[in-house]
């Protein structure tokens, strides 16, 4: 195995040091016996490092000593070092000696290049422990003042800055300082800029007295080599990355897959037209053996879209009674957006026959998810696209759905345009998160599959929805984002006017290089995803009902930014055990839970609180067939008008009103074992749910009355109650602005959602 490629440790000290970093004062020697001049007016105690070829983690090649003494216990050390590692096989460069830093924190310090979304920071507790303590926190770069201290407060051993056990706190202005000079605006990471491949601080030492880097290391992206000393931004490049002969690696997905083409000197595009295109050609129906080409005709049938259906095909004159032209460049003029569903090997010869179409979308697999054949074939695709100058969508999605534009992927007519958009990755979870979602009530405005994304990219797509005024809230699946960086910068910049909600799929490892740093893998998994989501102030949810149920959410309550809204939550509801556990849910998603105030307790006594349950949060208020309904929603009231509770959480137990039906309904005769809570056959109009509605209303009376609040619904046990009257309790609050759910786990996944898309602060665009 070649070594790997590091820059000697007194360089980079060198480097940094320049750019502002402390470092401990020290030097060099090429060999032992230079060793004794090197170490002589060093303050004892000494720490010895040797650095060559393949001496990337001293600590596990026994290439550093501490606690050394003086010029000749170093000499000894040094001779004792090359021994130990000529006997590994490693020829060491040079020695570096330095003064031991005093004790402190521990801390790495780290950054990396992503393969998508460029260079990232991460700063955690433990220095040599990072990995096996896993308390680290991430931010794309470059980072700011804000960014840097919320890192530090993210860690779990974020006390231990602050003094422990009668420890002094450290000084984390120069430690926030040395993030920011690591990542921030004109920084080590910008100056590096293609030359960083991984760059790591570990330990950096953090005291009273400020923070040293007491170890660095820096290896260079593939291809490249370090500079001689850091650019200034600005200035010409001194010595700087020089590339290499050796090609870098293959691009690959996230799967591990070749990537494919990159989507570069993408033109500037108006996205109107695909998603209300004037016409829509299908290529790849059949005229004898009906495929995927004639389903994709079907649907835009069923859904009676309103402009131009061409069929192509080279022989027929129609298929399935849509008239039919032999190529796609008789069909220009006359449709905005073509569909190709032929064989891999065929679908760039159709694109470029759409020379005047502005749309193609490739619905077909086996590119560049395939290996490296469909790589080539998917390079082959877009060279095409680009010679015709069209875009392209895909390979390997379904379409495009846009009610209010006639766009459709699904069967059977469109439903209400809504003000929902979804970009997705994979076709077949975009289809079930509209369908499952229309089923709920939500409305979609733009709706876009963009598969292996080798042409228009999730980026451009949040620009421009961005800009639609008819988008109110944006949902995103994605695996490989393509350009994650400027997937990142469309983010950031949408952040305060399109609150977005993000699902992404798994992450692969970075390799043998990235894991020959601490930092390399420690980023590679969705760290990275959060970090966007910090900066950017989106959503972040795993799984796809998490995902419908954060789009609900920020659907209803998108006009409601409450400034400083916080994480706090108002949970209301019957039963004590449920409240425990919905405790136990808030709490996981990072949202707090404070008991009312005396105030809020004394209304909360006067509405007959507080006799059989204390008066905490979760609020226990009990809730029935034989209860007041409005009692829910006034205990609500009466701790929100104190606190300014940004969430409250209301939840209802159907079971209990199923189990004591007859107890509610005057002169109705007892179901056997239903006083006990067995199942009982019920429905909708039965007199055990009649107030059922009247608590909704209740809530949706509250919600009108409380602007600065967002109020959610969770219908616990919603199974015990016949499935129309749930449909019926969820569309009347959805008309009253409140989402409903049926259980607190995914209440409280979509409040943390909302809260993060819906936060504003100072840096809102």
């Not at 000697?8 to 230079?34: H, N």
């Not at 010895?48 to 550093?64: D, M, Q, T």
């Not at 620009?463 to 995103?476: E, N, Q």
């Not at 199942?679 to 909708?684: F, L, T």
Request: proline fraction near 9%; include cysteine.
């Amino acid at each position: 195995m070649t070594p790997i490629d590091a820059v000697p440790e007194p360089q980079v000290k060198a480097l940094i040091a320049a750019a502002g970093i402390p470092v401990p004062r020290g030097r060099t020697a090429p060999g032992a016996q230079g060793l004794a001049r090197a170490a002589a007016g060093l303050s004892a105690p000494l720490v010895l490092k040797a650095h060559g070829p393949g001496i990337v983690h001293k600590s596990e090649h026994g290439a550093v000593v501490l606690g050394l003494d003086g010029p000749a216990a170093v000499v000894g050390a040094a001779e004792r070092m090359g021994a130990a590692l000529a006997g590994r096989g490693l020829v060491p460069a040079g020695f570096l000696v330095e003064e031991q830093v005093g004790p402190g924190v521990e801390l790495i310090v780290g950054a990396v290049r992503d393969a998508s979304f460029g260079p990232v920071l991460l700063v955690g507790l433990g220095g040599i422990w990072a990995e096996v303590l896993d308390d680290t926190t991430l931010r794309l770069c470059p980072i700011d003042r804000d960014d840097a201290e919320a890192m530090l407060g993210d860690l779990r051993g974020a006390a231990l800055l602050n003094g422990a056990r009668g420890a002094p706190p450290v000084d984390r202005e120069a430690l926030a300082d040395l993030l920011v000079a690591v990542g921030g605006p004109g920084g080590v990471v910008e100056r590096l800029g293609p030359v960083l491949g991984q760059f790591e601080l570990n330990p950096v030492i953090a005291g009273p007295g400020g923070a040293v880097a007491a170890d660095a290391r820096l290896i260079p992206a593939e291809g490249t080599r370090a500079p001689a000393v850091l650019p200034v931004p600005g200035r010409e490049v001194r010595a700087g990355a020089e590339r290499r002969s050796a090609p870098g690696p293959e691009p690959t997905t996230a799967s591990g897959a070749p990537r494919g083409p990159e989507p570069l000197a993408a033109p500037e595009t108006d996205f109107g037209p695909l998603f209300a295109p004037r016409g829509v050609a299908v290529v790849g129906a059949s005229a004898r053996r009906p495929g995927f080409g004639n389903m994709l005709l079907g649907q835009y049938r069923a859904a009676g879209f309103p402009g131009t259906l061409l069929a192509v095909h080279p022989e027929a004159t129609e298929v399935d009674g849509v008239p039919a032209v032999p190529s796609l460049r008789a069909a220009a003029g006359r449709v905005d957006y073509a569909l190709v569903a032929l064989p891999a090997a065929a679908c760039a010869d159709a694109v470029r026959e759409a020379d005047g179409i502005p749309f193609v979308q490739v619905v077909s697999g086996g590119f560049a998810e395939s290996g490296p054949e469909g790589a080539d074939l998917e390079r082959g695709l877009l060279a095409a696209a680009r010679g015709v100058g069209t875009r392209l969508l895909g390979p390997n999605c379904m379409g495009v759905y846009s009610p209010a534009g006639g766009q459709t992927f699904l069967g059977g007519p469109a439903a209400e345009p809504g003000r929902i958009a979804l970009l997705s990755q994979s076709g077949g979870l975009a289809g079930e998160v509209v369908w499952v979602g229309e089923r709920r009530g939500l409305r979609f405005s733009q709706v876009a599959t963009l598969g292996n994304s080798a042409d228009v990219s999730p980026a451009e797509l949040v620009r421009h929805l961005d800009a639609d005024p008819a988008t109110g809230v944006l949902g995103l699946y994605l695996e490989d984002p393509r350009d994650g960086r400027a997937l990142f910068e469309a983010l950031r910049a949408a952040r305060g006017r399109l609150p977005t909600v993000v699902l992404a799929g798994g992450r692969s490892a970075q390799g043998r290089r990235a894991a020959a740093s601490h930092t390399g893998g420690m980023v590679a998994d969705d760290r990275v995803w959060r970090a966007l989501a910090r900066q950017c102030g989106t959503g972040l949810v795993h799984g796809q009902d998490a995902l419908i149920g954060a789009l609900d959410f920020l659907e209803l309550h998108a006009g409601r930014r409450i400034v400083g809204g916080g994480p706090g939550v108002l949970v209301v509801g019957p039963s004590g055990g449920a409240g425990v556990l919905a405790a136990d849910a808030f709490d996981a998603a990072g949202m707090r839970l404070d008991p009312p105030g005396e105030r809020a307790r004394a209304a909360l006594r006067a509405l007959g609180l507080g006799a059989g349950a204390p008066l905490g949060n979760p609020l226990e208020v009990p809730v029935g067939p034989r209860g007041d309904p409005r009692l829910l929603a006034r205990a609500a009231e009466a701790v929100a008008l104190e606190h300014g509770v940004p969430d409250v959480v209301a939840h209802i137990n159907v079971q209990s009103f199923a189990a004591y039906a007859e107890a509610a309904a005057p002169g109705a005769t007892a179901t056997p074992g239903a006083a006990e809570g067995g199942p009982r056959e019920a429905a909708a109009d039965d007199p055990a749910f009649a107030r059922l509605p009247d608590h909704v209303g209740a809530l949706a009376a509250l919600q009108a009355a409380l602007p600065g609040t967002r109020v959610t619904l969770v219908l616990r046990n919603s199974e015990c109650g016949p499935p129309e009257l749930a449909d019926r309790l969820r569309a009347s609050a959805r008309t009253a602005g409140i989402p409903v759910y049926t259980s607190m786990e995914a209440a409280a996944s979509a409040v943390a959602a909302g809260k993060a898309a819906l936060s504003v602060d100072d840096r809102a665009g």
